[in-house]
């Protein structure tokens, strides 16, 4: 019988690994509740034409990468591969938006069909915030502010750098595309095949070219900034002047378009040069159009997404994840003889009294031996004694696993107040 496996792309988090994420996650969630901001979720499955009504048909997600298939009633779904789409629809659907402003954020599983490499999968994680309500670039500022600050928690802050651009409105981008395509198609032999594609369907997008010779070829090309509205330019300005007045430093990259038909306006990557190709942390931007053309009322907006295993790898690679984080277990109980519901009981009263404290009870029998062999390897500080003469004297004996202290015998209120010392 063939042997079952994972999907190609989809991994499994097994339990020596994920102490680092809930480290990762637990520090996000703290630093983004101190902001005031308030946790939404959504379903994995949603509509297709969600996303092709906001991410556009024309894009490499929808036409390539997108996880589709049509259900038991013909109606075709999709397997989100983003998740602002998705937060749009669930705020509009239940009445978030109008008149209001929100703060918010999410985690979970997003999935793209491409070819899995390091940092890159098919189902891949995310966190996200996103905001809506707000127009001026102090909302900018401050999700530059909160992720500034949670590098700093993580204890890279130094390995990350700030990207910064503007693409203006609708309308502005609408007369630099028409600018762009004109001096492109003029010189479309000269551009690798992947611009060639894009220069009818997503020409802003050429602007990422990874391609040396491509990127020779925008050297001469029109700049964007050439082709700004005055209110762009003028957010833009604010946001790097609040910015400047919190010393947090950033480089303004002309190139930044980010992937996604949504985005005027601010757009920002946090990028390293620890992971190789895949440098961009975290990326995100202004989608003031989004909600209207989804088909609510105009709202402006703006938020990020961080990859959840691109910073689980920079964090190895810088080697900043706290020690101690897969230990499991604080307390082993070791039941000798027929008093395993002793055991149980006295287990029970230090989870109540001291919760803070992991304890295990020894399952599946063994002499003492094999127990305090099991009750060591768990990594556990004490071992909880329980045997015939303690059972019936309402006593236990603690032993030190970790620490060159003699063992105690104790009341079991005792007990407790041990383990707290």
């Known amino acids: 019988m063939k042997k079952l496996q994972a999907i190609r792309g989809m991994n499994d988090l097994l339990p020596g690994d994920s102490p680092a994420w809930q480290y990762l996650e637990s520090t996000v969630a703290d630093v983004v509740q101190s902001y005031g901001y308030q946790e939404i ?12 009504r906001s991410i ?10 997108m996880y589709t298939f049509n259900d038991r009633n013909n109606e075709s779904l999709t397997m989100r591969p983003e998740g602002t789409a998705c937060c749009v629809r669930a705020c509009e659907q239940h009445g978030l938006l109008y008149n209001q402003t929100q703060r918010l954020w999410y985690q979970g599983p997003m999935f793209r069909y491409e070819r899995p490499q390091k940092g890159r999968l098919r189902q891949f994680h995310q966190i996200g915030i996103e905001t809506f309500g707000m127009d001026g670039p102090d909302i900018d500022a401050e999700l530059l502010f909160m992720t500034a600050r949670l590098w700093k928690e993580l204890g890279i802050a130094d390995a990350v750098t700030l990207q910064l651009n503007t693409l203006g409105t609708s309308e502005s981008r609408a007369d630099y595309r028409s600018a762009l395509v004109e001096y492109l198609a003029a010189r479309k032999d000269q551009l690798d095949e992947d611009s060639q594609r894009r220069l009818d369907s997503n020409p802003l997008r050429i602007l990422d070219s990874k391609d040396p ?6 050297n ?11 209110a762009s330019r003028a957010h833009f300005d604010q946001l790097k002047a609040l910015l400047d007045a919190a010393g947090i430093a950033y480089e303004v990259n002309p190139r930044l378009v980010r992937g996604l038909d949504y985005y005027s306006k601010t757009v920002f990557e946090w990028v390293t040069t620890k992971l190789g190709a895949q440098g961009t942390v975290c990326a995100g931007g202004r989608y003031d159009g989004l909600v209207e053309q989804m088909g609510g009322r ?13 910073l689980i790898l920079l964090l190895q690679e810088l080697d900043v994840i706290p020690e101690g984080l897969s230990q499991s277990v604080d307390v082993y109980v070791v039941a000798m003889g027929d008093v395993q519901a002793q055991a149980f009981s006295v287990a029970e009263q230090v989870r109540s009294a001291l919760p803070h404290l992991r304890v295990m009870n020894h399952c599946g029998g063994g002499n003492f031996k094999k127990q305090m062999k099991k009750a060591d390897a768990s990594g556990a500080d004490f071992a909880i004694i329980i045997g015939e003469d303690e059972a019936a004297k309402g006593q236990a004996t603690v ?23």
């Open 220 to 230: 001469d090309a029109p700049a964007l900034h050439d082709h700004l509205d005055e």
């Open 399 to 421: 032993k030190f696993l970790r620490d060159d202290k003699p063992q105690q015998t104790l009341a079991v209120e005792e007990l407790l107040s041990a383990l707290q010392d």
């Open 298 to 310: 105009p709202t402006p907006a703006v938020g990020f997404a961080m990859g959840v295993e691109r």
């Open 56 to 65: 556009g048909e024309v894009t490499d997600i929808v036409e390539k990468e």
């Open 213 to 218: 010779n491509t990127q020779a070829l925008l």
């Open 41 to 52: 979720r959504f379903p994995i499955l949603e509509q297709t034409e969600l996303f092709k």
